[in-house]
């Protein structure tokens, strides 16, 4: 069993910035890749940043430029920097871990979502 938990988001005005956290725990021999994905209402959820256990990290266009995503490897946390906020930002953001099992068996698994708005 894996468990992902998500802190941050919030409201913040255009221009502003906002920074996530992710941890994960529980039981498995590794972590491969740690990622953020979005969805707004009415759309699907996308890929906006992904960091693996190589440190190669991977962006949407939308978010290159003006978000961040880095891991600290010794807590199991991913951390998702986001600056020069947007409207189109808007948007319910969850975490996402790529972790080997016990038994060998690759899981993906979702953290419960936070809301980020960006309103004047």
């Known amino acids: 069993q894996v468990q992902v938990v998500e802190s941050g988001g919030g409201l913040v005005q255009p221009g502003g910035s906002l920074r996530h956290s992710c941890s994960a725990s529980?039981?498995?021999?590794?972590?491969?890749?740690m990622g953020w994905y979005r969805q707004a209402p009415g759309n699907q959820r996308d890929l906006v940043a992904r960091?693996?256990?190589?440190?190669?990290?991977l962006y949407a266009d939308s978010a290159k430029g003006r978000f961040t995503i880095s891991r600290d490897i010794a807590k199991n946390m991913v951390y998702l920097q986001m600056n020069s906020l947007k409207p189109e930002d808007t948007a319910a953001y969850y975490c996402?871990?790529?972790?080997?099992?016990?038994?060998?068996?690759?899981?993906?698994?979702w953290g419960q979502g936070t809301q980020v708005t960006v309103s004047s």
């Open positions: 960091i693996t256990s190589e440190n190669r990290t």
């Open positions: 996402n871990v790529d972790t080997t099992g016990l038994d060998t068996i690759i899981r993906l698994t």
């Open positions: 529980g039981s498995f021999l590794s972590i491969n890749a």
